[in-house]
Nanobody, 122 residues
Framework: QAQLEESGGGSVQAGGSLTLSCAAS????????MGWFRQAPGKERDFVAS????????YYADSVKGRFTISRDNAKSTVRLLMNSLKPEDTATYYC???????????????WGRGTLVTVSS
């Protein structure tokens, strides 16, 4: 599996934007589906978004649809999550993930990075 390292987390006011980045190393990411999960304090880890190896298929959780955009750059082995119109309920640790296949619930992504914290204040 590729080693995944997230960056770009921080604190932002509601309505603001952040872009998270995930750098993959150790193997080419061209053959991997990629995605993002998040875990709020005291809650389970939830699927956020996934993107297929070919860029043709993208899935979003209903809670972020229309506000978040996932993209990948295979040449740079990076995946990004652009987050707009952030809400306090988006506060969580965000994890980059990789796997065999992109699915609507993220079940095909089985390897995660260590996460980056996003805090949205009202």
């Amino acid at each position: 599996q590729a080693q995944l390292e997230e960056s770009g987390g921080g604190s932002v006011q509601a309505g603001g934007s952040l872009t998270l980045s995930c750098a993959a190393s150790g193997r080419p990411v061209d053959y991997l589906a990629m995605g993002w999960f998040r875990q709020a304090p005291g809650k389970e880890r939830d699927f956020v978004a996934s993107i297929s190896r070919s860029d043709n298929t993208i899935y979003y959780a209903d809670s972020v649809k229309g506000r978040f955009t996932i993209s990948r750059d295979n040449a740079k082995s990076t995946v990004r999550l652009l987050m707009n119109s952030l809400k306090p309920e988006d506060t969580a640790t965000y994890y980059c993930a990789s796997g065999v296949v992109a699915t609507a619930n993220g079940n095909g992504l089985t390897y995660w990075g260590r996460g980056t914290l996003v805090t949205v204040s009202s």
